[in-house]
């Protein structure tokens, strides 16, 4: 079958139309993934057997593949009874694979700031709970606002991954059209352009912000 | 079938694996070094020109690259197997991820190696080959044990294109036996098996470069 350039073009609204179910899987799974990675890594911090027991949860999260951890959760859960959406799967797999890598990041954020801040927040009498929310996070987004960046693009970049579990983002939506068709390499060609000029455009902004926040930071 | 069966059915496809891995490597350093390189040395348009392969590899979906070539060679005449298709586009993006690292190596050097070089009336290619590529190895090498490791972690794709390595044997299995909770444990620890001495070893490499790279900057 020879390339047709013109089926190439006709596939781009179809796959377009899915650009927004890209979009807010990512947001989600972004948010998702902070969330849970901050979590590990508190919890790492609270005591001696909590982090030896989160360090290895960390590590086999960072040593496994990403469609293999997507499997297991898309057909692992309903044998326990557990059906969610497709969506819903593949948000929880993202995030819980990239939680792995921020929570590293959270730990270089954190080591990055002062023990004096801790000290200084204890001697005023502040709870934990303050001392975390008030004093440490606010420092520690500014230290990792850069490789946080860099982990939100990777985020976007792993969502094609969720078309494997029947998610209708924009590689599914290509996946459907050629199964439809028989063609396969034109919708192919088209997702990968759309793909590469959003990350792009993506990493693009995020570096524009992360050179906003450092002056604003030098205040 | 035992877990332990399970597990031995899944590493029959080790070897696919391992292949795809080592074949991807075979085309990611030589492209890092290559890029790397390049992209330290050029300016201008030459510099945009390298900068655009080296984004194209990175930033593209690394699941969208494969079926994008996997799919759309055979429309213009060029016919490879899976392996070497799957060698390729995996191979690229992690090169492409390396190139920048070998980059950042290249100019975190002190200026004064080049000028030493200069002054003792080395060229160019001398002063590279003799004095910065040694002393850049040591900050890139930890990237490369990562990067190594997303690699093997990639190769779970190529079960979607019809290659029978670890993921697809568990597929098999999974269905043959539908036993998924078994099957899709036993794959999560396969790959934690064989990604983990590697997750170690990066960490001790890391570690010594690190503290050589302080001791030699305080004497």
């Given at each position: 079958m020879k390339f047709n350039l013109a089926f190439a073009i006709e596939t781009l609204p179809v796959i377009l139309s899915a650009l927004w179910t890209t979009i807010w899987v990512t947001i989600a799974s972004c948010a998702g993934a902070a969330i849970l990675g901050f979590l590990l890594e508190i919890t790492r911090r609270s005591g001696r057997v909590m982090s030896y027991v989160m360090r290895f949860a960390i590590d086999f999260v960072r040593s496994t593949p990403l469609l293999v951890q997507l499997y297991f959760l898309y057909f692992v859960l309903p044998f326990y009874g557990i059906t969610l959406p497709a969506f819903v799967v593949g948000i929880m797999g993202l995030s819980i694979y990239y939680s792995g890598y921020l929570a590293e990041v959270f730990k270089a954020g954190i080591d990055g700031i002062p023990n004096g801040q801790f000290e200084a927040a204890q001697s005023l009498g502040l709870k934990r709970f303050d001392i975390v929310m008030f004093v440490i996070a606010p420092q520690m987004l500014r230290n990792i606002a850069a490789p946080m960046g860099n982990y939100f693009v990777s985020i976007l970049k792993a969502t094609p991954y969720l078309a494997v579990i029947a998610v209708p983002e924009m590689l599914g939506e290509a996946m459907e059209v050629a199964s439809d068709?028989?063609?396969?390499?034109e919708p192919m060609l088209t997702v990968g352009v759309v793909f590469l000029v959003l990350a792009v455009t993506v990493a693009h902004l995020v570096r524009l912000m992360e050179v906003r926040l450092l002056k604003s930071a030098r205040r | 079938m035992s877990f332990v069966d399970i597990l031995i059915g899944i590493f029959d496809g080790f070897g696919v694996t391992a292949s795809v891995t080592l074949w991807g490597m075979a085309y990611a350093v030589p492209f890092a070094l290559i890029f790397g390189i390049l992209q330290h040395f050029t300016t201008g348009p030459a510099r945009v020109a390298v900068t655009s392969i080296i984004e194209f590899w990175r930033s593209s979906p690394v699941i969208v690259l494969l079926f994008v070539f996997y799919y759309s060679l055979p429309t213009v005449g060029i016919t490879l197997s899976g392996i070497t298709v799957a060698a390729m586009a995996l191979g690229l993006n992690i090169g492409g991820y390396g190139s920048q690292a070998v980059r950042a190596a290249l100019q975190s050097l002190d200026p004064g190696q080049v000028e030493a070089g200069k002054a003792l009336g080395l060229r160019r290619l001398q002063i590279l080959v003799l004095i910065e590529l040694p002393q850049a190895f040591k900050a890139m090498t930890p990237t490369f044990i990562n990067q190594f490791i997303q690699l093997i972690k990639g190769t779970a794709l190529v079960s979607l294109i019809t290659l029978s390595d670890m993921t697809f044997r568990a597929k098999e299995i999974s269905q043959l036996q539908y036993d998924p909770v078994r099957t899709y444990t036993a794959l999560l620890v396969a790959y934690f098996i064989v990604c983990y001495p590697a997750t170690i070893f990066g960490r001790w490499v890391e570690k010594r470069v690190a503290v050589k790279g302080r001791s030699q900057g305080e004497i």
């Open positions: 068709t028989f063609r396969y390499a | -």
